[in-house]
């Protein structure tokens, strides 16, 4: 697990690199405050498939720095463009604190954009990420945004639940977000047999407290 961590808690998201023994995966990207495909080890010759949860600008933030990018069909038109209407990148622009520390001389969350990462794999329900001697079943996990997906290790259990589901506060109260939608994932995600979820932010959780959370996010939303 990577992360940014002079970014605002609000905008710092967690970004995962998982080795394969033939194709290595990062998930996420995080705001792209500096740099981040400096910071990735990869093994030369080693192909890396870089896929993004969904399009929100913690999460797709240096995405264009990598040469072979997936994320989710349903979103696909918009990291074209990575408009602020679908990034919401206009949220970070003049955020009270935005970082602890300026990347460089003369940095401002002002001048705050999104590069344009056309997505040369689009993923769906179903679809299978193959590295070798893992495998990665996609999950779409709406609610917190229309296209928002997961990649779950079936023979281990291992979750990237991207923000659908984390230790934190789960945001649903975003133009894109849909709370029904968002129920239908929380019973979907507490049926399965996860072990472990790493989230797109806080600490991993396990599936007993991933369960948990799913349960009260119900409570609360389904009276």
Known sequence: MLTEPFVTD???????LVRGSDID???????GICALAPEIATTPGKPLLVVATHVH???????????????????APFFETMPDAA?????????????SELPYAGWSSADYAIEPAP??????????????????CVLHLPGHSPGSIGLF????????????????????DMPDSDRA????????????????AHGGHTDSIDGARMREIGEDY???NEG
């Open 10 to 16: 609000y905008c710092r998201a967690n970004i995962w």
């Open 25 to 31: 995966m990062l998930v996420d990207t995080g705001m």
């Open 57 to 75: 600008l913690d999460h797709v933030g240096s995405l264009h720095e990598f040469a072979w990018r997936a994320g989710p069909r349903i979103e």
């Open 87 to 99: 990034t919401y990148a206009h949220m970070f622009r003049n955020f009270p604190g935005a970082v």
């Open 119 to 136: 997505l040369h794999r689009l993923l769906d329900e179903g679809d299978v990420i193959e590295l070798g001697d893992r495998r990665f």
């Open 153 to 172: 290790d079936e023979q281990d259990g291992t979750l990237f639940s991207g923000d659908a589901i984390h230790g934190g506060l789960l945001v649903d």
């Open 181 to 196: 939608a968002y129920c239908a994932t929380m019973r979907r995600l507490i049926a399965l047999p996860v072990r472990v």
């Open 218 to 220: 119900l409570r609360r």
